[in-house]
């Protein structure tokens, strides 16, 4: 199952646009990139996926690199409540569409 | 549109005991799945229903850990009996079925402490 890496831990303030990366060089042609969230004592909160192209939606964007080796999802206007872990994961779209989850990166937002 | 449930929020037992954990999932969606959680780690998956049926147990410790899907709606997960290391918070999740890449939808989870 191929892999991903985050860092950490990373801090950003209140109203800035925020920058996550995520490096996954062993990724198949058939892995989704999805992103999810979880904020203290939750479960984890779908944000965003893609499979070669940039995407947008309401929470957040997420660039997609040329070779697909890498990632970025982008918050573009941090808050409070955006506080939480990110975990970037790769989704084989293949029969089992097993989840494979790392450690996240840890955003803390000041105010 | 409701979420997925699950219940109790919390349990503290003690070694050696048995506890089961119970999940509701979004109407309509076929697949379900069980995590464990350690704190401070990412969730592993323990077993991924399809309907009421196991599509990946592999990572399920079945001398201790079951878990059933009936009529291919609510399911449990059983501990019996429960070590110290079991002490975590399981989660439950359900997707579309046939929809190869949708997002899954997480309950807020049961923290089981074993003491």
């Known amino acids: 199952d191929a892999k991903t890496t985050q860092p950490n831990s990373m801090e950003s303030n209140e109203e800035e646009p925020v920058h996550l990366p995520c490096n996954h060089s062993?990724?198949?042609?058939?892995?989704?990139i999805h992103w999810y969230r979880q904020l203290p004592s939750q479960g984890p909160e779908y944000v965003i996926h893609g499979l070669t192209s940039n995407v947008n939606n309401r929470m957040a964007s997420l660039a997609i690199a040329e070779d697909r080796k890498s990632s970025t999802l982008i918050l573009h206007r941090a808050t409070l409540r955006d506080a939480a872990v990110y975990y970037c994961i790769l989704r084989n779209a293949g029969n089992n569409r097993k989840l494979i989850w790392g450690l996240g990166t840890s955003l803390a937002v000041n105010p | 549109e409701a979420g997925v449930a699950q219940s109790p929020r919390y349990k503290i037992i003690e070694k050696r005991q048995s506890v089961a954990f119970w999940c509701n999932p979004i109407s309509g969606h076929a697949t379900l799945y069980w995590y464990q959680q350690i704190l401070g780690q990412g969730p592993k998956l323990l077993i991924q229903?399809?309907?009421?049926?196991?599509?990946?147990d592999s990572q399920l410790p079945k001398d201790r850990f079951s878990a059933e899907r009936l009529k291919g709606v609510d399911s449990t997960l059983k501990i019996q009996p429960a070590k110290l290391e079991d002490s975590a918070v399981y989660l439950c999740?359900?997707?579309?079925?046939?929809?190869?890449?949708?997002?899954?939808?997480f309950g807020q989870g049961t923290r089981l402490t074993v003491v």
């Open positions: 999740a359900s997707s579309l079925y046939g929809d190869r890449v949708s997002s899954a939808f």
């Open positions: 062993t990724i198949s042609g058939t892995d989704y």
């Open positions: 229903f399809q309907n009421n049926g196991v599509v990946d």
